[in-house]
């Protein structure tokens, strides 16, 4: 299997020069700074999860594959965007990719399975859901399960360079940020409606005062003095 991740403009210049086609050929291929299309002949599909470094609530992944035709330059990672603009973006990647899914596991499965590994069984989870087969998986990070006897390529700040695992960032942060506010109206006092889990001041004092609740992951620090 030859793997070659030059970045070429005319993948076909490895045919007349080596007269051979690689099995994946990274190519430039950009909307804006972010890489459209990571090989030149595959399916591919973008993964991300959110919710690692939370307390509570589940870890969230999703996977997009997207349109040939897709162009929303504002579509990038995550964490760079504010709610209000991954809000309204969410919509646009539904309606314009060609294929999504989202899917989470529980605190419980956390506890048992530990936190990366049921980030990874989230992603298989969303992958799982896709009606489109993927060819090819593009990974955020650099840890990740083989996926039914398809190709993976795990890519370091992937959700900031490639625009599928961007798009797909943006729907499971959003999927989540919703649950959380709306597990805030079942406990406010910890303010998940803001930090969404994470361990904030807020957050701390709220566990110190009144314990975890059920939606915690007993398997992290949940004690502050």
């Not at 996926?147 to 993976?152: D, L, S, T």
Request: glycine share 4%; aromatic share 12%; with cysteine.
């Amino acid at each position: 299997m030859q793997i070659c991740k030059t970045f070429l403009k005319e993948p076909n210049i490895l045919l007349k020069i080596f007269n051979f086609t690689p099995f994946l050929c990274v190519r430039v291929e950009k909307f804006m700074d972010l890489i459209k299309k990571w090989s030149v002949f595959y399916t591919e599909a973008g993964c991300d999860e959110v919710g690692r470094g939370c307390l509570c609530g589940p870890v969230v992944a999703a996977a997009v594959i997207l349109d040939d035709n897709f162009n929303q330059n504002l579509v990038n990672d995550s964490k760079k965007l504010t709610f209000k603009v991954r809000m309204d973006l969410d919509n646009y990647i539904k309606d314009n990719v060609k294929d999504y899914a989202i899917a989470e596991l529980s605190p419980e499965f956390i506890d048992e399975h530990n936190i990366l590994n049921a980030s990874i069984h989230a992603m298989h989870q969303a992958l799982d859901k896709l009606i489109t087969r993927p060819e090819l998986i593009l990974v955020d990070g650099n840890k990740f399960h083989p996926y039914n006897f398809i190709p993976h390529e795990c890519i370091i700040k992937g959700d900031s360079k490639v625009l599928s695992i961007a798009a797909a960032s943006i729907l499971a942060k959003n999927y989540r940020d919703r649950l959380m506010i709306e597990l805030h109206d079942e406990h406010p006092e910890y303010g998940w409606n803001t930090n969404f889990g994470y361990a904030t001041k807020k957050h701390q004092e709220a566990l110190i005062k009144f314990g975890p609740t059920k939606y915690h992951r007993q398997s992290f620090r949940l004690k502050y003095d």
